[in-house]
């Protein structure tokens, strides 16, 4: 069964960074986008970063030129790095992938406070 697995998140001070890690399975990895999502406190959840099967890439306005992400076809893992960290980014940050069904993992959560 697909299985995506978050893992990186914790606390960190503004301007700060974190490597978040999603390693997949279950499925054939490298035929698919990945997404990297994320649900602040009281908000719905959105989208922040996709990475195609090709590995273009697209981000939120608010995190384009501090977050990039990227994927290791042969460790079944996509990343999220994440740097000059606000308080705005708190959130829950959770992993994608959308076969037939859209799959997540059960999120890693992501402070970010002086």
């Known amino acids: 069964q697909v299985q995506l697995v978050e893992s990186g998140g914790g606390s960190v001070q503004p301007g700060g960074s974190l490597r978040l890690s999603c390693v997949a399975s279950?499925?054939?990895?490298?035929?698919?986008?990945m997404n990297w999502y994320r649900q602040a406190p009281g908000k719905e959840r959105e989208l922040v970063a996709t990475?195609?099967?090709?590995?273009?890439?697209n981000y939120e306005d608010s995190v384009k030129g501090r977050f990039t992400i990227s994927r290791d076809n042969a460790k079944n893992t996509v990343y999220l790095q994440m740097n000059s960290l606000k308080p705005e980014d708190t959130a829950v940050y959770y992993c994608?992938?959308?076969?037939?069904?859209?799959?997540w993992g059960k999120g890693t959560l992501v402070t970010v406070s002086s």
């Open positions: 994608n992938a959308v076969l037939i069904l859209s799959y």
């Open positions: 279950g499925f054939t990895f490298h035929r698919y986008a």
């Open positions: 990475i195609r099967d090709g590995g273009t890439t």
